[in-house]
């Protein structure tokens, strides 16, 4: 198994930039496509994006496509999520999640370990 804890959150203007980072402890890193969800108050948990275990393939919702970008540092069991050009509807707390099934897909039940979120909020 693999525990995930996410930081780098906070309070953003419009138009700023962030950079999340979600530390994995337990298992090695290498064994789980990682993924990022974001969930608004009152809204369904939304995909942002996710990275397969070499990093060789990456996939982002079209909401953030070109804004976001997904990397990871296996030797350092973190994925991190870099958020530019950031906008008040990108506010949500912020979620990694992590899953062995090859999957690097938008559905949140195929990932099996989840952080307990970061809050993100854009003021405009």
């Known amino acids: 198994q693999v525990q995930l804890v996410e930081s780098g959150g906070g309070l953003v203007q419009a138009g700023g930039s962030l950079r999340l980072s979600c530390a994995a402890s337990g298992r090695s890193l290498s064994s789980y496509d990682m993924g990022w969800f974001r969930q608004a108050p009152g809204k369904e948990r939304e995909f942002v994006g996710a990275?397969?275990?070499?990093?060789?393939?990456?996939a982002y919702a079209d909401s953030v496509k070109g804004r976001f970008t997904i990397s990871r540092d296996n030797a350092k069991k973190t994925v991190y999520l870099q958020m530019n050009s950031l906008k008040p509807e990108d506010t949500a707390v912020y979620y990694c999640?992590?899953?062995?099934?090859?999957?690097?897909?938008?559905?949140?039940?195929?990932?099996?370990?989840w952080g307990r979120g970061t809050q993100v909020t854009v003021s405009s």
């Open positions: 990275i397969s275990w070499s990093a060789y393939s990456a």
């Open positions: 999640a992590g899953n062995g099934r090859h999957y690097i897909g938008p559905l949140w039940t195929r990932y099996d370990y």
